[in-house]
């Protein structure tokens, strides 16, 4: 049940902000909205505000945004708040909007774990003293940068891990600099509960919100290269190709739920990027073909027959639900295999 929840709450976020971003976009620039919905198929509940209808639906698979002009069947649009009688710019703006909404999302939740949990510090550098322990005890401080054990240089903090661990109850020196001085201590490590010694130091850090957004927006755009050159590597045929439908997403998540609420927000980051960047591939339905008939648009001086254009993302729509068919039976098949690929 659990994992339930936690699948809905994933969803239902990374939805509704792609499709706040349309929405708020559209409305900003005065297109007329019918309709924000959550979800497809039948209505669940909803109302009607300022002439939207605001609905949350049965399958929890997609959102959308119904705006004033974009079919061209209908019939009656107020002149002036129709989408195609906003400039190119302007609708490119509403397009685009729900995918970089996404990257904002993405940055935000970075930030509330830094804020909350904390963002290691680079290096070799203490960024806190648990009270009592032999390292506050031998006079190790926060914003101390450890720079040998035992006589040996420590160059990052997985070798700080392991040097400590192999020396239970042995008096350890340590050298550590602070304002640029060296100053020698000694330090015996301890059994910790799991049985690993330890002295007392972490490299997590607690961010203020400006530090901590700023950094989530830095890990965030990190991500997006690292993502996207993974997917060059992928179409030459440097990696192989691993695409993840929704099955593969409920058995993170429900990975996620088992190690905690900040490694499930880490998660609903990862996979808020990755939608955003798939919306902007240009791929019939997505928003990235929309963006690209746009551009087609300003380059013209004139719009692509939308009837023409309809078909296409009716056809684009069909393939992506064959591929979320093929991705979803690879998903299954792994699980009752071997598990996720790429899982331990």
Same mark, same amino acid.
């Given at each position: 049940?659990?994992?339930?929840?936690?699948?809905?709450?994933?969803?239902?976020?990374?939805?509704?902000?792609?499709?706040?971003?349309?929405?708020?976009?559209?409305?900003?620039?005065?297109?007329?909205?019918?309709?924000?919905?959550?979800?497809?198929?039948?209505? +669940?509940?909803?109302?009607?505000? #300022?002439?939207?209808?605001?609905?949350?639906?049965?399958?929890?698979?997609?959102?959308?945004?119904?705006?004033? @002009?974009?079919?061209?069947?209908?019939?009656?649009?107020?002149?002036?708040?129709?989408?195609?009688?906003?400039?190119? +710019?302007?609708?490119?703006?509403?397009?685009?909007?729900?995918? !970089?909404?996404?990257?904002?999302?993405?940055?935000?939740?970075?930030?509330?774990?830094?804020?909350?949990?904390?963002?290691?510090?680079?290096?070799?550098?203490?960024?806190?003293?648990?009270?009592?322990?032999? #390292?506050?005890?031998?006079? *190790?401080?926060? @914003?101390?940068?450890?720079?040998?054990? #035992?006589?040996?240089?420590?160059?990052?903090?997985?070798? *700080?891990?392991?040097?400590?661990?192999?020396?239970?109850?042995?008096?350890?020196?340590?050298?550590?600099?602070? /304002?640029?001085?060296?100053?020698?201590?000694?330090?015996?490590?301890?059994?910790?509960?799991?049985?690993?010694?330890?002295?007392?130091?972490?490299?997590?850090?607690?961010?203020?919100?400006?530090?901590?957004?700023?950094? $989530?927006?830095?890990?965030?755009?990190?991500?997006?290269?690292?993502?996207?050159?993974?997917?060059?590597?992928?179409?030459?045929?440097?990696?192989?190709?691993?695409? $993840?439908?929704?099955?593969?997403?409920?058995?993170?998540?429900?990975?996620?739920? /088992?190690?905690?609420?900040?490694?499930?927000?880490?998660?609903?980051?990862? +996979?808020?990027?990755?939608?955003?960047?798939?919306? !902007?591939?240009?791929?019939?339905?997505?928003?990235?073909?929309? *963006?690209?008939?746009?551009?087609?648009?300003? +380059?013209?001086?004139?719009?692509?027959?939308?009837?023409?254009?309809?078909?296409?993302?009716?056809? @684009?729509?069909?393939?992506?639900?064959?591929?979320?068919?093929?991705?979803?039976?690879?998903?299954?098949?792994?699980?009752?295999?071997?598990?996720?690929?790429?899982?331990?």
């Amino acid at each position: 049940m659990a994992t339930f929840w936690a699948s809905i709450f994933v969803f239902a976020i990374l939805i509704f902000f792609h499709e706040l971003g349309h929405f708020a976009v559209a409305k900003a620039v005065g297109i007329k909205v019918h309709e924000f919905s959550l979800g497809f198929g039948p209505k +669940l509940f909803g109302q009607n505000r #300022a002439n939207t209808d605001y609905n949350v639906r049965l399958i929890p698979l997609g959102g959308y945004v119904r705006m004033a @002009g974009m079919d061209p069947e209908e019939e009656e649009v107020e002149e002036g708040k129709g989408f195609n009688d906003k400039t190119v +710019l302007q609708r490119v703006a509403v397009i685009i909007a729900g995918p !970089l909404m996404n990257f904002l999302l993405a940055a935000v939740l970075m930030a509330i774990i830094f804020m909350l949990q904390g963002m290691p510090v680079q290096g070799t550098t203490v960024a806190g003293v648990l009270p009592g322990q032999p #390292a506050e005890q031998a006079g *190790i401080r926060a @914003g101390d940068q450890i720079y040998s054990i #035992a006589g040996e240089k420590m160059d990052d903090w997985e070798e *700080i891990i392991s040097t400590i661990s192999s020396r239970p109850g042995q008096p350890t020196d340590f050298v550590v600099i602070r /304002d640029e001085q060296r100053i020698e201590l000694t330090v015996t490590p301890i059994k910790g509960e799991e049985g690993r010694a330890m002295i007392g130091i972490t490299r997590v850090q607690k961010l203020n919100p400006l530090a901590a957004l700023v950094n $989530g927006v830095k890990l965030t755009s990190q991500v997006i290269v690292l993502i996207l050159s993974f997917v060059g590597q992928m179409i030459v045929g440097q990696a192989p190709a691993d695409l $993840g439908g929704p099955v593969r997403m409920v058995w993170e998540i429900d990975r996620a739920v /088992d190690t905690g609420f900040y490694y499930l927000l880490q998660l609903a980051a990862f +996979l808020s990027i990755n939608l955003g960047l798939f919306n !902007l591939f240009p791929i019939p339905a997505l928003d990235g073909s929309r *963006i690209m008939f746009l551009g087609l648009e300003g +380059l013209r001086g004139r719009p692509v027959d939308p009837s023409k254009e309809n078909f296409i993302h009716m056809v @684009g729509f069909g393939l992506l639900l064959l591929l979320v068919v093929f991705v979803t039976y690879n998903d299954v098949l792994q699980l009752f295999t071997q598990g996720p690929q790429g899982s331990p």
